[in-house]
């Protein structure tokens, strides 16, 4: 069965903290993204990955950075916590377009607090 | 930007009735409309999905219907079941990395 796990369903942090949220995909997918999900604003794009190493801006990047040192990995960065980013943070992943969308995979979700 | 509108927001329907979720895109390059189903503390999963080549598709109790030249997509789920019971999102893509969701649609199915 496919999967996308990330590494907490619940994170709870300070303002001013890093904070780290990781996302294993066991697909083999060469796309990897980055959502936040917020009630009445339906899921907005931070950041995606379509190959390792390498990141493109989403609709709402500021305030976050990416990293994908590993095909099946990705890493959302909040450099400094701010209250504003207490959301859900949903991890997804799909293979590689080829001009039609596809399908994407997603995991079950990070809700953040951020006090 | 591109956006996609997703009505209504909230949909209460009785058990065994039909559920009709309706959105609109902008972006007239879009060519594939995917439906995703979010249930409690799960991430959203495909159920339905349609490419602009394809006007209407069925599966089982859920249809998809599109309408290229009005930038109309419909869900459809007939005689629901309180397992249909979600937050429903549908989305447009033009075939590159960036997909566009709706809001998303809160289904009741009342028992």
């Known amino acids: 069965d496919v999967k996308v796990t990330q590494s907490s369903r619940y994170l709870v942090k300070r303002t001013g903290e890093k904070v780290f949220l990781e996302c294993v995909q066991d697909m083999d997918h060469e796309n990897m993204f980055w959502y936040r999900q917020d009630p009445g604003l339906g899921l907005r794009l931070i950041y995606f990955?379509?190959?390792?190493?390498?990141?493109e801006k989403g609709d709402i990047p500021e305030g976050y950075s990416v990293s994908r040192e590993k095909k099946e990995r990705f890493s959302l960065i909040l450099e400094s916590a701010s209250t504003n980013q207490t959301s859900m943070y949903l991890c997804?992943?799909?293979?590689?377009?080829?001009?039609?969308?596809?399908?994407?995979?997603f995991g079950p979700g990070t809700r953040l607090t951020v006090l | 930007g591109e956006n996609v509108e997703q009505h209504p927001s909230t949909l209460s329907v009785q058990e065994g009735d039909s559920a009709v979720i309706k959105c609109t895109y902008s972006?007239?390059?879009?060519?594939?409309f995917p439906w995703y189903k979010q249930e409690l503390g799960k991430g959203p999963q495909l159920i339905i999905d349609i490419r602009s080549n394809v006007g209407e598709k069925k599966d089982q109790r859920i249809a998809v219907t599109l309408n290229k030249t009005a930038k109309h997509f419909s869900l459809h789920i007939t005689e629901t079941q309180p397992e249909d019971s979600a937050v429903y999102f549908c989305?447009?893509?033009?075939?590159?990395?960036?997909?566009?969701f709706g809001a998303g649609t809160r289904l009741f199915v009342k028992a």
């Open positions: 997804a992943s799909s293979l590689m377009t080829s001009g039609t969308g596809n399908e994407q995979f």
């Open positions: 989305a447009a893509s033009d075939g590159g990395f960036k997909t566009i």
């Open positions: 990955s379509y190959d390792v190493k390498m990141k």
């Open positions: 972006d007239s390059a879009s060519n594939y």
